[in-house]
């Protein structure tokens, strides 16, 4: 049984383009996250949202929007696309925010070209 | 602003040998967290010591944390292998907010 899942695995496109990374948890957690970690293995929160509801939003540009249909799923969607943003894109989820326990999807490895 | 800093930034050792690692923050906390990335893979929680632990084991493993100093380390005993992984603590922002910040990571090899 997979608690964090995240698709897809591995993401290559074009400049400008607008693509879709989608995560789901069967954990029954209340609180989902979006991590982004770069070259330097620097890993940084990108957005948190606790029950359907955004509570986190880090200085992102407004090209990522993150949609949660429910608890259970949030989704990170990117427009136009750049360099910069060629990462590997974690979800997380947890019961509590802060203090508990983060489980982590596997990653969504980004490459744009 | 980056909250934890691991130290060394890279370990490398033979199995069977212990292998420490570092971390300092900043602020005040109410919990660190330990967590271990295998090469290509989502992060794994390692062990959660609360502000008011001074240690606590789990395993191989073994966190201490001094909040006046505002350190903690993690020690692995008998490293195998399979430990070869990059090893980040974590802290809660202040103000028990939602965030966790975590290090840069310490890259540990371990040699058979």
């Known amino acids: 049984d997979t608690a964090v899942s995240q698709t897809p695995k591995y993401l290559v496109t074009q400049m400008g383009n607008d693509k879709s990374i989608k995560c789901e948890q069967n954990?029954?957690?209340?609180?989902m996250y979006w991590y982004k970690q770069d070259s330097k293995k620097f890993l940084k929160i990108m957005f948190s949202?606790?029950?359907?509801?955004?509570?986190i939003n880090e200085t992102v540009p407004n090209r990522f929007s993150p949609k949660s249909p429910d608890k259970a799923h949030l989704n990170l969607h990117i427009n136009s696309l750049e360099l910069g943003d060629s990462a590997v894109y974690f979800c997380a989820s947890s019961q509590l925010a802060g203090e508990s326990t983060q489980y982590f999807g596997p990653g969504t490895r980004l490459t744009v070209l | 602003s980056q909250q934890g800093e691991e130290d060394p930034q890279a370990l490398s050792i033979q199995e069977g040998e212990n292998a420490t690692m570092n971390c300092s923050y900043k602020?005040?906390?109410?919990?660190l967290q330990w967590y271990r990335q295998n090469s290509g893979r989502g992060l794994v929680h390692l062990i959660l010591?609360?502000?008011?632990?001074r240690e606590k084991h789990s395993g191989r493993l073994r966190v201490t944390l001094d909040t006046s100093k505002k350190s903690s380390s993690l020690l692995i005993t008998a490293s195998r292998a399979a430990d070869t992984a990059s090893y980040y603590c974590a802290t809660p922002t202040q103000g028990g907010s939602e965030k966790l910040v975590f290090g840069k990571g310490t890259k540990l090899t371990v040699n058979p």
């Open positions: 954990l029954g957690h209340d609180t």
């Open positions: 602020t005040s906390i109410n919990n």
């Open positions: 010591i609360r502000s008011n632990e």
């Open positions: 949202y606790n029950n359907k509801e955004l509570i």
